[in-house]
């Protein structure tokens, strides 16, 4: 069935996710910086000298341009003293979107792939609303897709496009082996323009995350704001105790018993394990890695995620 006449959760058009503008207005995202200020889209830096908004009093330091001196708080405190300001900056963003087959699978509402698709363009629509540049890569097994960075419309519905095209050629009956190594092949090539302070968004299921995934995300979140939107399917976390499901590795198929204790203890030490060391790299990395679930809307997951990833960066 071709992806236009697909029931809704199995494909997704270019035109459902245009139509995600609207409900795009009110998320916000955090970033990193000295007030720890919630904000959407722009970022604020530190800035020696002349800038838009007034940061703070500090005492003079090597280096420091003169002009920044502030003589009458000099004069009082009988030690110079400089006025910093914040510059408003522009960020950048790039919106990492998984399409591989591993993200076809959905027990409720959607596949996890529809889910990471309504999730990239809430947040390329919210970016551009900010006045940021916006692009992306969208890869599959076999295929990386970029869209470039630009303050446009026309970007957007580009990143839309080439979104919607890999997602509607998602088929079970796929014949191309899966290749985990995509993931990684992906981050490399955003690492690859990313150099510094841009805003990047990364939405997958990790499969096929390793230690070279880490460190490429460490590397990236050096220089630039990170975040990761995990999509999962509550499936594997609340096994059914009858039935059977089969599982494919590309060309290989096997039938699981889930009348089979062991079978669904083992599903479930996978499934939580992964979770776990996906946690543990938040805490190590210090980025916000927000589980998605594929088996509720998405727009408000994401934007109470949001809101509680922005209230811990005020408490810190």
Same mark, same amino acid.
């Given at each position: ?45 530190? =800035? ?81 609303? %900010? ?60 690492? %690859? ?95 916000? =890695?927000?589980?998605? %679930? ?23």
């Amino acid at each position: 069935m071709p992806a236009s006449q697909a029931p809704y959760g199995i494909h997704v058009t270019t035109e459902q996710l245009v139509a995600l503008e609207a409900r795009a207005r009110d998320l916000s995202f955090v970033q990193k910086s000295r007030s720890h200020q919630q904000l959407a889209g722009r970022m604020q830096s530190s =800035m020696r000298g002349r800038g838009l908004t007034f940061e703070e009093l500090r005492d003079y330091l090597p280096g420091d341009d003169i002009r920044s001196i502030d003589w009458r708080v000099t004069a009082r405190t009988n030690k110079p003293v400089v006025r910093v300001y914040s510059e408003e900056k522009e960020r950048p963003a790039l919106v990492v979107v998984d399409q591989r087959i591993n993200m076809f699978f959905g027990s409720r509402r959607a596949m996890k792939s529809v889910t990471a698709a309504e999730a990239a363009m809430l947040c390329a629509w919210r970016v551009l609303g %900010s006045g940021d540049r916006v692009g992306g890569f969208v890869f599959n097994d076999t295929d990386i897709d970029e869209v470039r960075p630009h303050r446009s419309r026309e970007a957007v519905i580009t990143l839309a496009g080439k979104i919607a095209a890999q997602n509607g050629s998602l088929d079970a009956g796929f014949s191309e082996p899966p290749s985990p190594a995509s993931l990684d092949m992906t981050l490399q090539r955003v690492a %690859s323009i990313a150099h510094h302070d841009h805003l990047v968004i990364v939405i997958t299921d990790f499969d096929g995350h390793s230690a070279a995934t880490r460190d490429i995300l460490l590397r990236l979140s050096g220089r630039n704001d990170v975040i990761c939107i995990l999509v999962y399917d509550p499936f594997l976390l609340d096994l059914p105790t009858s039935g059977d499901i089969v599982v494919s590795g590309g060309g290989l198929q096997a039938e699981l018993s889930l009348r089979r204790a062991d079978v669904r203890q083992a599903i479930d030490t996978f499934a939580r394990d992964r979770g776990r060391e996906l946690r543990d790299w938040q805490r190590e990395l210090g980025l916000p =890695m927000l589980p998605v %679930s594929a088996a509720e809307e998405t727009a408000p997951q994401l934007r109470r995620l949001l809101e509680q990833a922005a209230w811990r960066q005020r408490r810190r």
